[in-house]
């Protein structure tokens, strides 16, 4: 991997960056035109941290916390700049994320949703310990906002008391 990294909480003087790379064409692909309030004040259940590469706003990573005991996960989500790609900063930063979600907040289970034709995306969460669980059919807008297209549900288990470990 290039590059130092590190994760941080998101600040509003990332705001401008953040939403500059969200704008580029090969991250607004997967993720649409941003809800208004992005990434301040739009989705208050989810922690956003700041990925920096020595020093470099490159991307934002996002988790939820389902707490209810009986269905208690977490979820992950994250966006990088193009300039970031190929590097394996993705994978890291999901490899951090899942390990604070495990070891300091007592996770088991925890899920990611790439589009099923995000080919890289899905390598990079492999490569952080995710396996496909199946393809959700008509999952998410298109960028568009004119058709539908699907989602691969992957997840990260930890051994322990789950019946498939």
């Known amino acids: 991997m290039a590059g130092r990294l590190r994760l941080r909480p998101l600040t509003p003087e990332d705001e401008a960056d953040v939403l500059g790379i969200h704008a580029t064409p090969e991250v607004a692909r997967w993720w649409g035109a941003p809800d208004e309030g992005f990434p301040l004040t739009d989705d208050p259940a989810s922690t956003r941290l700041v990925i920096e590469v020595d020093g ?22 994250l966006f990088l700049d193009p300039a970031f790609h190929n590097r394996g900063h993705g994978t890291e930063a999901v490899r951090r994320v899942v390990r604070l979600l495990v070891e300091e907040h007592g996770h088991h289970r925890v899920t990611i949703d790439p589009a099923a034709a995000n080919a890289a995306a899905i390598r990079a969460y492999e490569k952080a310990g995710f396996r496909p669980v199946g393809v959700m059919r008509g999952y998410e807008r298109d960028a568009d906002g004119r058709g539908w297209h699907d989602g691969l549900l992957m997840e990260l288990v930890v051994a322990g008391d789950h019946p498939s470990n």
């Open 56 to 77: 470099v706003v490159a991307g934002m990573i996002q988790y939820a916390e389902e707490l209810e005991p009986k269905y208690r996960h977490a979820s992950v989500d």
